[in-house]
């Protein structure tokens, strides 16, 4: 769907705050080396493209506006990037997604130089190289924004130090609750989906869910638990409505009485949920070129051959010669076996 950027562009970036770290890091990561100019914008679905947060090299302002609005044309751009693309109709420019899901997302414009073909073969490497370091500054960087926000849910909470770091490596929700609800240690991903949701909160520290058949299923499930004798289920498991009408299952374990009254420590994730898969260490491990570790991303999404052709802007036959050497290097012989392979490992997640 095109977003008009009247709103959003209606005077020269120049008038707005941008981030100057970024922008140094732009350079010192050899953008200029493959680009006449780059940009670095914030991204979500629902918004589009916005400003500029980092600008470098010799473009002008009413080029990158105008890139920016054809980007924002562009239809299903959440699917495409994922791996550098570029733009339709517009054969000056690549577009590199940054960030994810969890942290936000952001997208890298390059302006291209007029490469001799040459050197074209090297350009996807440099351009992945590129994109790496600032996706994972990136997400260093809204990380650290989101914890100095969402640690406030857990300022006024006792805990114990070891199991609070414990707690804060898990990609699911985690939880410790009393009999009555009250929150004694949420995670990063809990406070992440009490501090967000419509539908599960915190009023005062106890845990509160709007639904009140839900609520009563879940306070009902609760006190059986605190209940349970070494004969009777000390863990029990029940899916309430999540955000957008998605199931959340929440999985209820007893724990050992301490000297506060029981505790019970509450699992929050989401059916079909996992964590996406790094397929970087993999890749280095198989020695898998930049270009094959696109291709398997694109099949981790569950695109077939033609769909990951197309994505990847390659022939059919290219992209089958390609996957026979990833078969070669990994010892796989399927696409199933491959996914498989990548997919191992990844927990359950929330989002």
């Known amino acids: 769907m095109h ?40 991204y979500s679905e629902k918004s589009g493209i ?44 690549i577009l590199c997604g940054v960030g994810d899901e969890g942290v936000g997302r952001g997208i890298l414009f390059l302006r291209q130089r007029a490469w001799h073909p040459s050197i074209r073969a090297k350009l996807d490497e440099a351009i992945e190289k590129i994109r790496q370091l600032i996706h994972t500054v990136w997400i260093m960087r809204e990380e650290a924004a989101q914890d100095a926000v ?58 509160t869910i709007n639904e009140s058949h839900d609520a009563i299923r879940l306070q009902v499930t609760l006190r059986a638990v605190f209940l349970g004798t070494r004969e009777a289920r000390t863990r029990r498991t029940i899916a309430i409505t999540g955000p957008d009408n998605k199931p ?11 000297p506060e009254g029981p505790r019970a420590c509450v699992i929050v994730t989401r059916p079909g949920a996992h964590e996406e898969p790094d397929i970087h260490p993999l890749a280095e491990l198989f020695s898998l070129t930049p270009v094959e570790t696109r291709l398997i991303c694109q099949l981790l999404k569950g695109l077939n051959l033609q769909e990951a052709a197309r994505a990847l ?20 012989h399927r696409q199933v076996e491959l996914v498989q392979l990548m997919q191992n490992g990844s927990l359950p997640v929330l989002d």
């Open 3 to 42: 977003r008009s950027p009247v709103e959003i562009f209606d005077r020269d970036p120049a008038f707005f705050d941008r981030d100057p770290h970024l922008a140094r890091l732009l350079e010192q990561a050899g953008t200029l080396d493959v680009a006449l100019g780059a940009w670095l914008c914030p």
């Open 50 to 93: 916005g400003l500029p947060l980092a600008h470098i090299g010799r473009v002008p302002w009413p080029e990158i506006r105008n890139a920016i609005d054809c980007a924002n044309a562009v239809p299903d751009l959440a699917d495409n990037i994922d791996t550098p693309f570029w733009l339709p109709d517009e054969d000056n420019y």
């Open 150 to 207: 969402l640690q406030s849910h857990n300022d006024d909470m006792p805990r114990d130090e070891t199991t609070a770091q414990l707690a804060e490596q898990f990609p699911f929700g985690m939880m410790i609750l009393d009999v009555d609800q009250y929150i004694h240690l949420a995670n990063g991903a809990a406070r992440k989906l009490l501090g967000k949701s419509d539908v599960i909160g915190a009023v005062d520290n106890r845990l």
């Open 248 to 258: 959340l299952l929440l999985t209820i374990s007893k724990l050992s009485d301490g």
């Open 313 to 332: 802007q390659l022939k059919v036959q290219t992209v089958r010669t390609y996957l026979k050497l990833i078969f070669q290097k990994t010892g796989t």
